[in-house]
């Protein structure tokens, strides 16, 4: 079973970023998919969208997050967003293969905070 939740991020009535959180197990989430709409980009609306899904995974109780991204220099801001947050760049995950396009990005995360 492949569980994925979709969030999104509106401003004044626009949609200016979405993102994708897949389960791999239970202990390691997948940030699938991430888009910022480009009028939006700059604003904080991919940061604010990275840790809604950074949250999300802490209350699935992921002990990990992973991400593909590009190689290329036009996802350069993206990671650099996510190096900002903590990602490492780390081998292949789940059922991706090394590729000169593609990067791979990891996170380890703390619990999430226990409500008394």
């Given at each position: 079973?492949v569980a994925?939740?979709?969030?999104k991020?509106v401003?004044?009535?626009?949609?200016v970023?979405?993102?994708?959180?897949?389960r791999?197990?239970?202990?390691?989430?997948?940030?699938?998919?991430?888009?910022?709409?480009?009028?939006?980009?700059?604003?904080g609306a991919?940061?604010?969208?990275l840790?809604?899904l950074?949250?999300?995974?802490?209350?699935?109780?992921?002990?990990r997050?992973s991400?593909e991204?590009g190689?290329m220099e036009?996802?350069?801001?993206?990671?650099?967003?996510?190096?900002s947050?903590?990602?490492d760049?780390?081998?292949?995950?789940?059922?991706?293969?090394?590729?000169?396009?593609?990067?791979?990005?990891t996170?380890?995360?703390?619990?999430?905070?226990?409500?008394?």
């Open positions: 079973m994925r939740r979709w969030a991020i401003a004044v009535r626009e949609l970023a979405v993102g994708a959180l897949r791999i197990d239970a202990h390691h989430g997948e940030i699938k998919s991430m888009h910022t709409d480009e009028a939006a980009r700059g604003r991919g940061r604010a969208m840790r809604h950074l949250a999300e995974s802490r209350r699935r109780g992921y002990q997050v991400l991204t190689s036009g996802f350069a801001p993206a990671r650099g967003l996510y190096a947050e903590g990602f760049v780390c081998p292949p995950f789940a059922d991706y293969v090394a590729s000169p396009n593609s990067v791979c990005m996170v380890s995360l703390e619990p999430a905070a226990q409500s008394k």
